[in-house]
Each structure stands twice: as structure tokens, then as C-alpha cells.
């Protein structure tokens, strides 16, 4: 691996694993292609930014030119660009569908003309819907239940096919809910941590009993860059490991990391849908040698303390 095309560089989890790539000896390039939506700043980038070894490309992945020209200077691919919250995509289901599902579809058409040598494709656990008990395998139904994880699914499907049909050499990787610094603030521990520390409420939905599995978001990329690096084309590798914890349980941590109470806390009704549990198997990761290092309560201190550090930052985003 050389030359890296990354989509969706400029957010949440796509810069962090830029840099993280920059480290890499063996990596000559790295070009960032990004919209630059509400969630993808290149403020996020700018330690990454000033390596030699790194480009940005303002663009659409809907963008075919643009897209075959990015394609063709690089050897691998690792395609993090897609809308990701639940409630925008019950407000705007089209759209979702066009990103995630279109913008995925024009890159694998891209990399079949092309010919790249691998393309990691950066999915959800929630494209396996609520599990009451038990954990989801890579292999399994998948049972989409909202927009935002249809279209995910919609997009790991087209992956898939793009292999079997073409020989493009596709991963897919379905990642737990990441946390970490410079998330933007609509998901659930960057918008509770800076209304907490800005004297605000936060809002739970239903009873707080929904379980999510919380995984640190450098240990999900340590596991995206093993699978760029050693994953099998054609296979499906699931990144848990990180800490099941009910929407109670998590508040509580998140109050006592910022010094708030419990009358900082309002319940609302539960969405329409809203799956109660989530939880996959990931041995198949261990194979590759993968291996979460931020244990919860260590990662969530640190996180909160960027975020109190860091209050331009979220301020800026929690009034656009």
C-alpha cells in the first residue's frame, strides 16, 4: 500500500484515521476527498495538513470526473463519506439514499474501471437492526430499521455485489458507535458532553434501556487500517470490542465527568424507531490481530477533557 484515497477525510472518523495513516512509513500519499458538509471541516485536518505526504480534494463522491481523476493517481481506497445521524435521515430519507448508497455505487464504478488494488468500505452495526439477545455475525440477515442504516445497508450491498460481479477487491467493515474528540455535536456523547459543560440539559429518548456498544474511535481505526492492510477481499469483518452500556448507564458517566446532576436530564418519548440493543461478534477482527486500547472510562475522561478544552470548537458547530 502506497497511495490512499480516503472519502470523508475531513470528519469525525476519517481524520482521525488520516492521521494515523501519516504515521505509516509505507504510505507515500494520502489525498482526502471531502464535501465539506455541517460534519467534514478542515480544521479537523489540521495537523495532517502540514505532512508533505497529504493532499485535500474539495469534491463530491457523486462527482464521476472528479472521482476517476482521484482514483487513478491512487492504489487503495478507504470510503468513509456518508450522512450518519438517525434523525436527519427521518427528515430527509432521499438524501441519505444519494450519498450513501449513489456515492458509493459511483466509487465502485470508478475503482472497477480503474482497476485499484483494494477498497475498504466503512459501514455500521446498525445495518444488523435490534438484537434482543445475542451477536450479530458478519454473514448475517442484515434488517435495516430507519433510513440512515438502510441506505448503510443498501451500500454494503452494492459492495458486495461489486466483488462478487466484477472481482473488486472489496472489505467492509461494520464499526460499533465511535466516540472520541472532534465529533461533531449531534451524536450522543459530544452533544451531552457540551450541553452538560455549557450548564444545558440533555434529552433522553424513552426509558434509557437502549444498549449501545461504545467503542473509542482510534481503536476503530486501528482495526480499518488492519483490514486495508490484511483484510481478505470479498469479506465482511466487524470492529467491536468496546463497552456495552445502556443510555442511563453512559449519562450517569457523562455527569460525572462534567461535575453535572441528575436534574440536568429530561426523558422524552422514544423515537419511532429506535432498536434496543445492538452487539456484534468480532473474533473474526482478533484473526487480523486487532485489539481495542482505550478502555471506556479512561477514553471518555480524556474525551471530555478535550471538549472542555477545546469550547470554540464545539460551541461554533452546536449553533450552525
Given at each position: 500500500?502506497e497511495r490512499?484515497?480516503?472519502?470523508?477525510?475531513?470528519?469525525?472518523?476519517?481524520?482521525?484515521?488520516?492521521?494515523?495513516?501519516?504515521?505509516?512509513?509505507?504510505?507515500?500519499?494520502?489525498?482526502?476527498?471531502?464535501a465539506l458538509?455541517?460534519?467534514?471541516?478542515?480544521?479537523?485536518?489540521?495537523?495532517?495538513?502540514?505532512?508533505?505526504?497529504?493532499?485535500?480534494?474539495?469534491?463530491?463522491?457523486?462527482?464521476?470526473?472528479?472521482?476517476?481523476?482521484?482514483?487513478?493517481?491512487?492504489?487503495?481506497?478507504?470510503?468513509?463519506?456518508?450522512?450518519?445521524?438517525?434523525?436527519?435521515?427521518?427528515?430527509?430519507?432521499?438524501?441519505?439514499?444519494?450519498?450513501?448508497?449513489?456515492?458509493?455505487?459511483?466509487?465502485?464504478?470508478?475503482?472497477?474501471?480503474?482497476?485499484?488494488?483494494?477498497?475498504?468500505?466503512?459501514?455500521?452495526?446498525?445495518?444488523?437492526?435490534?438484537?434482543?439477545?445475542?451477536?450479530?455475525?458478519?454473514?448475517?440477515?442484515?434488517?435495516?430499521?430507519?433510513?440512515?442504516?438502510?441506505?448503510?445497508?443498501?451500500?454494503?450491498?452494492?459492495?458486495?455485489?461489486?466483488?462478487?460481479?466484477?472481482?473488486?477487491?472489496?472489505?467492509?467493515?461494520?464499526?460499533?458507535?465511535?466516540?472520541?474528540?472532534?465529533?461533531?455535536?449531534?451524536?450522543?456523547?459530544?452533544?451531552?458532553?457540551?450541553?452538560?459543560?455549557?450548564?444545558?440539559?440533555?434529552?433522553?429518548?424513552?426509558?434509557?434501556?437502549?444498549?449501545?456498544?461504545?467503542?473509542?474511535?482510534?481503536?476503530?481505526?486501528?482495526?480499518?487500517?488492519?483490514?486495508?492492510?490484511?483484510?481478505?477481499?470479498?469479506?465482511?469483518?466487524?470492529?467491536?470490542?468496546?463497552?456495552?452500556?445502556?443510555?442511563?448507564?453512559?449519562?450517569?458517566?457523562?455527569?460525572?465527568?462534567?461535575?453535572?446532576?441528575?436534574?440536568?436530564?429530561?426523558?422524552?418519548?422514544?423515537?419511532?424507531?429506535?432498536?434496543?440493543?445492538?452487539?456484534?461478534?468480532?473474533?473474526?477482527?482478533?484473526?487480523?490481530?486487532?485489539?481495542?486500547?482505550?478502555p471506556l472510562?479512561?477514553?471518555?475522561?480524556?474525551?471530555?477533557?478535550?471538549?472542555?478544552?477545546?469550547?470554540?470548537?464545539?460551541?461554533?458547530?452546536?449553533?450552525?
Open positions: 500500500m490512499i484515497l480516503v472519502t470523508g477525510g475531513a470528519g469525525f472518523i476519517g481524520s482521525h484515521f488520516v492521521n494515523r495513516l501519516v504515521q505509516a512509513s509505507d504510505i507515500t500519499h494520502i489525498t482526502v476527498l471531502d458538509t455541517y460534519a467534514g471541516n478542515r480544521d479537523n485536518l489540521r495537523a495532517a495538513l502540514t505532512s508533505p505526504k497529504v493532499t485535500f480534494a474539495h469534491g463530491d463522491i457523486l462527482d464521476r470526473a472528479l472521482v476517476d481523476h482521484l482514483m487513478a493517481e491512487h492504489d487503495a481506497v478507504v470510503h468513509f463519506a456518508a450522512e450518519s445521524h438517525v434523525d436527519r435521515s427521518l427528515a430527509d430519507a432521499g438524501g441519505f439514499v444519494r450519498t450513501n448508497v449513489l456515492g458509493t455505487q459511483n466509487l465502485l464504478d470508478s475503482a472497477r474501471r480503474i482497476g485499484i488494488r483494494k477498497f475498504v468500505h466503512a459501514s455500521t452495526d446498525e445495518v444488523y437492526g435490534g438484537l434482543p439477545s445475542g451477536s450479530a455475525m458478519e454473514y448475517d440477515q442484515l434488517r435495516p430499521t430507519v433510513p440512515y442504516s438502510a441506505s448503510k445497508a443498501g451500500s454494503d450491498l452494492i459492495a458486495a455485489s461489486y466483488f462478487h460481479s466484477y472481482g473488486v477487491p472489496v472489505c467492509i467493515t461494520r464499526s460499533s458507535n465511535n466516540y472520541g474528540p472532534r465529533q461533531y455535536p449531534e451524536k450522543l456523547i459530544p452533544l451531552f458532553v457540551s450541553r452538560l459543560l455549557n450548564g444545558e440539559q440533555v434529552t433522553i429518548h424513552g426509558n434509557g434501556e437502549h444498549v449501545r456498544n461504545w467503542l473509542h474511535v482510534e481503536d476503530n481505526c486501528q482495526g480499518v487500517e488492519l483490514v486495508l492492510r490484511r483484510g481478505i477481499p470479498g469479506e465482511v469483518y466487524n470492529l467491536g470490542g468496546g463497552t456495552d452500556l445502556t443510555t442511563n448507564e453512559l449519562t450517569a458517566m457523562l455527569l460525572r465527568e462534567t461535575g453535572a446532576t441528575w436534574d440536568r436530564v429530561v426523558y422524552v418519548p422514544d423515537r419511532a424507531a429506535n432498536d434496543i440493543r445492538y452487539s456484534m461478534d468480532w473474533k473474526k477482527m482478533g484473526q487480523l490481530g486487532y485489539q481495542p486500547q482505550h472510562a479512561q477514553g471518555l475522561a480524556q474525551t471530555v477533557d478535550w471538549y472542555r478544552r477545546n469550547p470554540a470548537w464545539w460551541t461554533d458547530r452546536a449553533a450552525a
